[in-house]
């Protein structure tokens, strides 16, 4: 531990050989103790004629009533130089009750930050008999100086293994609570961890709706046919997807729900251009992989996760467009690949544009339930919120997505249908998804632009009639 290695050098070194004491020790004021009692761990580091230089750590001391140097020095915070301990009334004992040892002078210091007291430094009994002198304190004062980096190092790694003690029990708990039910996994390992799918399952049409007991054994099926060479261990394959599933909260949006839509337009994608890809899961399940594909995966993983985040889609967009537009897109080029995988990924993010309409609706209301939630939230502290997130303002809605499908959405479909041809699909679904806003705003009675708009209905009349007559007159 670094305090030991600093304290064998500091006492030792420094303290007895430079100034002259018998004997040293230390002590770090426990704060976390809540019963009012002034706790501190100590560290003796012995007589000058021991041969062990490393201090020996006791337990805890009790420094509250206790009538020597250390523990006055710990409740007050003055530091002390004691000249002749028996002729002070302050210290009635002839042995100090915290070392054991006999005390004839001692130069105690403590060690403070802008709490208070943290740590006390104590030096006891010259080899000349003599008492500590001005210029002891002065060199003394210097070594309690770097005294207060060792206390404020120690207490951080004391609140490090506190932390990780208590990350340790909440670990355990979490896969206590996790773990699938023993119900639940019974039935799906029934039919080896999978279900016949739908008829249209395989089409970016699909989704999930009412029949959301499917999940687990569709989501299996998916991982089998997606790693078609992957002797997948089924029973542990069923564990793995029944406790993500589990771990999902019920948002109005990002929820199970959600993740399996995600996760079904990556597969279509993947299934239909299974021949550009290659996997790690090649090499058989995780747990198989050698250290070094575990930590590629781990790194695939790290990316993708970040790539659903908008701000980092507009950038990988912009350069993957650069890419296409030259027409030097290439699978062997490791850069390429990252920015294709970015475009899938947000690609599947925002696969719920691509439904029928009356499904992206419903996707959509669920979006903006959980953007209104948050609103309100922020009006309560006394924010005001983003227009999108405004429940008074949900009449936007319409033209908002309308405006977030043309932005966001299109750019991204059309740039990977560069590369993936077959995906068009999603572009169609996601320009009905268009449509049917425009009419939702035109059935709510909202000015929508027209490009007929902007020619005053005088002037269009003018024109019409003057076509009319054009026609008459050829």
């Not at 005294?147 to 979490?174: A, T």
């Not at 903006?368 to 009449?395: A, C, W």
């Not at 268009?434 to 009675?445: A, K, L, N, T, V």
Request: charged residues 25%.
């Amino acid at each position: 531990m670094m305090i030991l290695v600093v304290m064998k050098f500091y006492p030792q070194a420094i303290i007895k050989s430079f100034i002259g004491a018998m004997r040293s020790s230390f002590f770090i004021i426990d704060r976390e103790h809540i019963d009012g009692q002034l706790l501190a761990d100590m560290w003796d580091d012995g007589w000058t004629s021991e041969r062990s230089a490393l201090p020996r750590k006791k337990l805890k001391i009790n420094l509250t009533l206790e009538e020597s140097p250390a523990g006055l020095v710990a409740r007050t915070g003055v530091p002390l130089n004691v000249q002749d301990a028996y002729r002070d009334a302050r210290f009635a004992r002839e042995i100090d009750p915290t070392t054991g040892m006999v005390v004839r002078t001692a130069l105690v210091y403590p060690i403070t930050d802008k709490n208070g007291v943290i740590g006390v430094v104590q030096l006891m009994n010259k080899h000349d008999d003599r008492p500590f002198d001005a210029d002891d304190e002065t060199i003394f004062e210097v070594f309690v100086n770097y005294c207060s980096l060792i206390v404020h190092f120690y207490q951080m790694h004391q609140k490090k293994l506190y932390h990780e003690n208590l990350n340790k029990v909440f670990s355990e708990l979490m896969e206590l609570h996790l773990k699938p039910c023993q119900h639940d996994m019974a039935e799906l390992m029934e039919t080896s961890g999978i279900i016949v799918p739908p008829t249209n399952f395989r089409s970016f049409d699909f989704y999930i709706g009412e029949n959301k007991e499917d999940m687990p054994g569709l989501t299996c099926l998916m991982y089998i046919e997606t790693f078609a060479h992957t002797n997948f261990d089924r029973h542990r394959l069923a564990d793995f997807v029944l406790t993500v599933l589990n771990c999902y909260r019920d948002n109005p949006y990002h929820n199970a729900e959600h993740a399996f839509n995600f996760t079904h337009t990556m597969y279509v994608i993947l299934k239909n251009n299974c021949g550009f890809f290659s996997f790690v899961e090649d090499k058989r399940l995780m747990s198989r992989l050698a250290v070094s594909e575990r930590a590629r995966l781990l790194h695939e993983v790290r990316y993708a996760i970040m790539c659903t985040d908008l701000a980092a889609y507009f950038a990988v967009r912009a350069q993957l467009a650069r890419v296409v537009a030259e027409r030097a897109f290439c699978w062997q080029e490791p850069d390429h690949r990252a920015l294709l995988k970015g475009i899938l990924m947000t690609t599947s993010d925002l696969s719920g544009c691509c439904k029928p309409f009356g499904i992206a609706k419903a996707i959509t209301q669920s979006i903006y339930e959980e953007f209104y939630n948050q609103g309100d939230r922020e009006r309560v502290m006394g924010y005001t919120p983003l227009s999108m997130m405004d429940r008074k303002r949900s009449i936007n809605q319409p033209a908002e997505q309308i405006q977030f499908l043309s932005v966001v959405v299109l750019p991204c479909l059309m740039l990977l249908s560069n590369i993936f041809p077959n995906t068009s699909p999603l572009i169609d679904n996601c320009r009905k998804t268009q449509e049917g806003w425009h009419e939702e705003i035109e059935m709510r009675g909202m000015k929508l632009w027209r490009q007929e708009d902007s020619i005053p209905s005088n002037r269009t009349g003018a024109l019409l009639n003057s076509d009319s007559k054009s026609g008459e007159i050829s």
